[in-house]
């Protein structure tokens, strides 16, 4: 797991807002903390009556492939609305916080509208992608984990020598700081073996990342080409964790 807190790019980009990444953020909190997964709400209950209140909630919202070419409209729908739905605290704050470093300098560069319609259409195409790769799975998939590792992927081709800082925990969790192309394609190297293994939980599955980061860069590849690069660097926001 590489923890990446922050990064440096150019100067044309210090002082601009993201009011779409920061809405993005705020939107997904204000979900979680209605929803039944923050705790907060005593309407759920407790015990066994929340556990299954935190299920159906998870199968309204989220991502259930085996019900994706069932015919019914809910299903087709799914993969928008599991984009602002978590499963845990660990699970929003993570993914949140890479979405704060890396999505208000990508919006910068894209512009907010265009930025807004590439983060929901590679989340959902991410979401989707997995559903039927494993098209007779129940398993439930929420998060903005594909949407996000979207807008990492951009980020590389758009910034691919903005400066970042990680924490290896094989090299006792020292800040080191390397460029863009160096951390990033070694984080999706990372998502790629854990998709291999078959790993995957209660949220977005290693294979929605690999389908998100590719989406993205080769979007921003086609969409920007040689113009795309800022090359003179400068500080810029920070956080910490991974999606």
Same mark, same amino acid.
Request: glycine share 10%.
């Given at each position: 797991?590489?923890?990446?807190?922050?990064?440096?790019?150019?100067?044309?980009?210090?002082? !601009?807002?993201?009011?779409?990444?920061?809405?993005?953020?705020?939107?997904?909190?204000?979900?979680?903390?209605?929803?039944?997964?923050?705790?907060? &709400?005593?309407?759920?209950?407790?015990?066994? +009556?929340? =556990?299954?209140? !935190?299920?159906?909630?998870?199968?309204? %919202?989220?991502?259930? /492939?085996?019900?994706?070419?069932?015919?019914? =409209?809910?299903?087709?729908?799914?993969?928008?609305?599991?984009?602002?739905?978590?499963?845990?605290?660990? *699970?929003?704050?993570? &993914?949140?916080?890479?979405?704060?470093?890396?999505?208000?300098?990508?919006?910068?560069?894209?512009? *907010?509208?265009?930025?807004? =319609? @590439?983060?929901?259409?590679?989340?959902?195409?991410?979401?989707?992608?997995?559903?039927?790769?494993?098209?007779?799975?129940?398993?439930?998939?929420?998060?903005?984990?594909?949407?996000?590792?979207?807008?990492?992927?951009? #980020?590389?081709?758009?910034?691919? +020598?903005? $400066?970042?800082?990680?924490? #290896? /925990?094989?090299?006792? #969790?020292?800040?080191?700081? #390397?460029?863009?192309?160096?951390?990033?394609? @070694? %984080?999706?190297?990372? !998502? %790629?073996?854990?998709?291999? !293994?078959?790993?995957?939980?209660?949220?977005?599955?290693?294979?929605?990342?690999?389908?998100?980061?590719?989406?993205?860069?080769?979007?921003?590849?086609?969409?920007?080409? $040689?113009?795309?690069?800022? +090359?003179?660097?400068?500080?810029?926001?920070?956080?910490?964790?991974?999606?």
């Amino acid at each position: 797991m590489i923890k990446t807190w922050g990064t440096t790019a150019g100067r044309t980009l210090r002082g !601009q807002s993201a009011p779409v990444t920061y809405g993005l953020i705020a939107a997904c909190c204000l979900v979680f903390l209605i929803s039944p997964m923050s705790g907060f &709400n005593p309407s759920y209950g407790t015990g066994d +009556k929340l =556990l299954a209140a !935190q299920q159906a909630y998870f199968e309204r %919202w989220g991502v259930v /492939p085996e019900e994706l070419f069932s015919g019914a =409209l809910r299903p087709v729908l799914a993969p928008a609305t599991a984009l602002f739905v978590h499963g845990s605290w660990l *699970h929003l704050l993570g &993914n949140m916080l890479f979405l704060f470093v890396f999505g208000a300098m990508a919006e910068e560069r894209m512009g *907010h509208f265009p930025f807004a =319609l @590439f983060y929901l259409c590679c989340g959902y195409l991410a979401l989707f992608a997995y559903a039927v790769a494993h098209a007779g799975s129940d398993q439930t998939l929420v998060g903005a984990s594909g949407a996000i590792s979207a807008v990492l992927g951009a #980020f590389l081709r758009l910034f691919p +020598k903005a $400066r970042v800082t990680s924490l #290896f /925990p094989f090299l006792f #969790f020292l800040p080191l700081r #390397f460029p863009a192309w160096v951390v990033l394609p @070694f %984080w999706v190297a990372l !998502q %790629w073996l854990a998709a291999l !293994q078959g790993v995957q939980g209660p949220g977005v599955a290693y294979l929605a990342h690999i389908v998100g980061f590719s989406l993205g860069f080769c979007y921003a590849w086609v969409r920007y080409g $040689r113009t795309a690069r800022v +090359k003179k660097p400068a500080p810029v926001t920070e956080g910490d964790s991974q999606p």
